[in-house]
């Protein structure tokens, strides 16, 4: 009976909401994938909502299913993208284009800057002070220029 | 932006008032959290014995006043503080431990005007009875809040 309760389906995780470790949902479960030939859990697939592209989680990003969400134990780097890019005095420089990570820790993010000729700039960690619902830089950060 | 002119000026104190921030330029700036959530934008400017004692932010109906302690930057557009506001998480999702969708945070019990509180009231409709969680059973309290233990 025991081990009957530790056994889930797939209806108790479609449709779930995925929440990560700062408690953001990130969207609604909506596939999961099972590897064809070894028949594991791969991982799911998170619909995050108009406009955005779907993220695929894998088991290891998975904390434990639960009753009405999926509790992640890693923020995914991939919700970084798209994030306001702001100085420590509240002035927006430009968008996070992409970010550079080792070990699910971010190493640098790409900021795509302001304006139509706005070029893009590496900055480093170490100069980041938040990443959070945006990106916040600290007082004396450095870009980096990327030559396209 | 206020264009800033050159204006003769009678002070004790040193500095050029053309150069200083406007009462006007920072009406309608946008106020950013620590974690770069956008809290509202600033509607007034509240003074205390001729000094700023802070700035009242509005979002939608609701007004909210933040000392000006917690200011720690301020640029043409924006004013970030060196806070989340704790009045922030009214409205937001309350989990257990077992991911069980508890309600929403309908009441905060806070500890005086500090920038915490002792108790989250989560209801899960408007006209049900809430249940009073104490803040030592919460895990995180961020973009939504996760207990430490199950609830029944």
């Known amino acids: 009976m025991d081990s009957k309760n530790k056994i889930i389906t797939s209806d108790d995780i479609l449709g779930k909401e995925a929440v990560d470790p700062e408690g953001e949902i990130l969207g609604i479960v909506t596939k999961v994938h099972i590897h064809k030939e070894t028949k594991k859990l791969l991982g799911m697939t998170v619909d995050q909502g108009f406009m955005k592209p779907e993220l695929f989680i894998g088991l290891h990003y998975v904390k434990n299913f639960g009753v009405d969400a999926v509790f992640l134990n890693k923020v995914p780097t991939d919700k970084f993208r798209g994030l306001d890019v702001l100085t420590s005095k509240g002035e927006v420089i430009g968008k996070v284009k992409s970010v550079r990570a080792k070990r699910h820790r971010v190493q640098e993010i790409v900021v795509a800057k302001r304006g139509v000729l706005g070029k893009d700039y590496a900055v480093a960690a170490s100069d980041i002070d938040v990443i959070s619902s945006s990106v916040i830089l600290k007082p004396n950060y450095r870009l980096k220029e990327i030559e396209k | ?152």
């Open chain 2, 1 to 152: 932006m206020l264009k800033k002119r050159r204006m003769n000026s009678i002070s004790t104190k040193p500095g050029d008032p053309g150069a200083m921030d406007s009462f006007r330029s920072w009406i309608g700036k946008k106020v950013i959290s620590k974690s770069g959530d956008f809290i509202g934008k600033v509607h007034d400017i509240r003074f205390s014995k001729k000094s700023i004692s802070g700035i009242v932010v509005m979002k939608n109906i609701s007004s909210l006043f933040i000392g000006q302690e917690f200011i720690s930057g301020v640029s043409n557009e924006a004013v970030v503080l060196s806070i989340d506001p704790v009045t922030m998480l009214v409205g937001k999702k309350v989990f257990d431990s077992d991911g069980k969708d508890m309600g929403k945070v309908s009441r905060l019990v806070r500890k005086g005007n500090s920038n915490s509180f002792e108790a989250v009231v989560v209801k899960r409709k408007v006209y049900s009875k809430g249940i009073k969680i104490p803040k030592s059973d919460v895990e995180v309290s961020k973009k939504s809040i996760i207990l430490k233990k199950s609830y029944e």
